[in-house]
């Protein structure tokens, strides 16, 4: 079956902030649709066969620029790794903490997470003791997909699956090469789309209920 690309398929990626829309040969855009793409700048891609999902096309973009935030449990090891991603070629932005003077986790993961929901950086870091508080703050923020990660395994799937665009690890959990490690998984990870994005869109609607 062909896919039809509609306005609203448009309108989705790009309160979704993406501007690279995948198409494979056969797919049909309405004319509308065309006209939100030319209007919105939208770059049309084609996917190859090896490329296609059965329920919808994946939506990759490359991560270039990086918040980091922490509290003071996770200055030490933010400025590590701000060093060895500014290493790696990544633009950096620190949104604090400055010092290791005691401070409120929840100050920092919101300007963190609100530098990705305007588009001022593609994904944020965020580190304090253990992971958990800075990621309960920055998924009251709509369009923020926080995730807590453990371990290789939970980067990639929170990537490939869940498309997060915000990534919290604990200071006081693991040792400097696994967290590396585990940014290295999330940074190198695409999206998969398909029946991960239906899913999304079902988080997004209650999100949007704000029940």
Avoid: W
């Avoid at 449990?73 to 991603?85: H, P, R, S």
């Avoid at 580190?127 to 998924?139: K, L, R």
């Avoid at 290295?184 to 789309?193: A, N, P």
């Amino acid at each position: 079956m062909k896919k039809i690309i509609l306005e609203s398929d448009v309108l989705k990626l790009i309160k979704n902030g993406n501007k690279i829309l995948f198409v494979d040969k056969e797919t049909i855009i309405t004319p509308l649709a065309l006209d939100k793409i030319k209007e919105k700048k939208i770059e049309i891609r084609i996917l190859n066969e090896t490329q296609k999902t059965k329920d919808s096309l994946p939506e990759h973009f490359e991560i270039k620029k990086i918040v980091l935030g922490s509290d003071h449990t996770g200055y030490k090891i933010k400025n590590v790794i701000k060093d060895y991603l500014i290493s790696k070629g990544y633009e950096i932005e620190d949104v604090g903490c400055f010092d290791e003077n005691s401070c409120d986790y929840p100050d920092f993961a919101l300007a963190a997470a609100l530098k990705v929901k305007k588009k001022n950086a593609d994904v944020a870091i965020f580190f304090d003791a253990t992971g958990i508080p800075s990621a309960m703050t920055a998924n009251k923020i709509s369009q923020i997909r926080a995730a807590v990660c453990y371990n290789e395994f939970s980067a990639r799937s929170c990537r490939s699956h869940n498309n997060s665009n915000f990534l919290s690890l604990g200071a006081k959990t693991f040792g400097e090469e696994t967290i590396k490690s585990i940014i290295e998984v999330f940074l190198s990870t695409k999206f998969d789309g398909g029946r991960h994005q239906r899913r999304l869109d079902k988080i997004k609607d209650i999100e949007e209920r704000k029940l």
